[in-house]
């Protein structure tokens, strides 16, 4: 249980263009979903929070008009990135937290991860 | 000074080995502490979990917690190439909802 896809798994796209990517939980409602941003050798980095039905909360220094966030249902959420440039060429993470009290591990905030979108950008 | 500090590495062991990979925190308060471990080009893995202080163990796997010097380890036993891959400490900051992740271990077990 707790699958969590992305698609695609990866994406080449002209500067310019804007790129969505999809997350999904296949076999639990995901009320918050995370995305990250990971540039190679480096480590997971929060860009927001969505909860089902909200707008999402953006971390700090994240352009929110660049990188759209919808979590229209409870089991899918989209991250658009608007017109797209070399820099923003990274692995984009989602992770889903499902309804209820607790996780399997007793926390509330426990996660699952997709697998991963490659963006490039050229 | 990061909330989270990890060694990147990479290290590098032979098959066998006992590997240690240890993060230092910084705030006092956080009480959920996760390992997770990550292939190229893949998604991150739970791997262990352990709230507050002590030892669980998962087999091969030993996750350790020293909250009186913010001090976390993960102890893989038995090295095998499988192993092979980035781990990643992350801890649970409650009262922003969110997760913080080190930087990551990059570990190669030699066969």
């Known amino acids: 249980g707790a699958v969590v896809s992305q698609h695609p798994s990866r994406v080449i796209c002209k500067s310019g263009t804007s790129v969505k990517i999809e997350c999904r939980s296949l076999?639990?409602?995901?009320?918050?979903m995370f995305w990250y941003r990971q540039f190679p050798k480096q480590s997971l980095m929060l860009m927001a929070t969505?909860?089902?039905?909200?707008?999402?909360?953006?971390e700090q220094g994240v352009e929110k008009d660049k990188f759209l966030i919808n979590h229209a249902s409870l089991t899918l959420s989209t991250l658009t990135v608007t017109s797209a440039h070399p820099e923003d060429s990274s692995f984009y993470i989602c992770?889903?937290?499902?309804?209820?009290?607790?996780?399997?591990?007793?926390?509330?905030?426990?996660?699952?991860f997709g697998p991963g979108t490659r963006l490039t950008v050229t | 000074q990061k909330e989270v500090e990890q060694d990147p590495g990479p290290l590098s062991v032979p098959e066998g080995a006992i590997v240690s990979l240890n993060c230092t925190y910084s705030?006092?308060?956080?009480?959920?502490f996760m390992w997770y471990r990550q292939y190229s080009r893949k998604g991150p893995e739970l791997l262990m979990y352990?709230?507050?202080?002590g030892n669980k163990e998962d087999g091969r796997f030993t996750a350790q917690v020293d909250k009186s010097s913010k001090y976390i380890s993960l102890f893989i036993r038995d090295s095998q190439p499988s192993d092979s891959a980035t781990y990643l400490c992350?801890?649970?900051?409650?009262?922003?909802?969110?997760?913080?992740f080190g930087s990551g271990t990059r570990l190669s077990i030699r066969p």
């Open positions: 705030n006092s308060a956080f009480q959920y």
């Open positions: 352990t709230y507050s202080s």
């Open positions: 969505s909860n089902e039905g909200s707008k999402a909360t953006y």
């Open positions: 076999d639990f409602q995901a009320t918050t």
């Open positions: 992350a801890i649970e900051d409650s009262s922003a909802s969110k997760i913080i």
């Open positions: 992770s889903a937290r499902g309804s209820g009290d607790r996780g399997l591990y007793g926390s509330s905030y426990e996660q699952y």
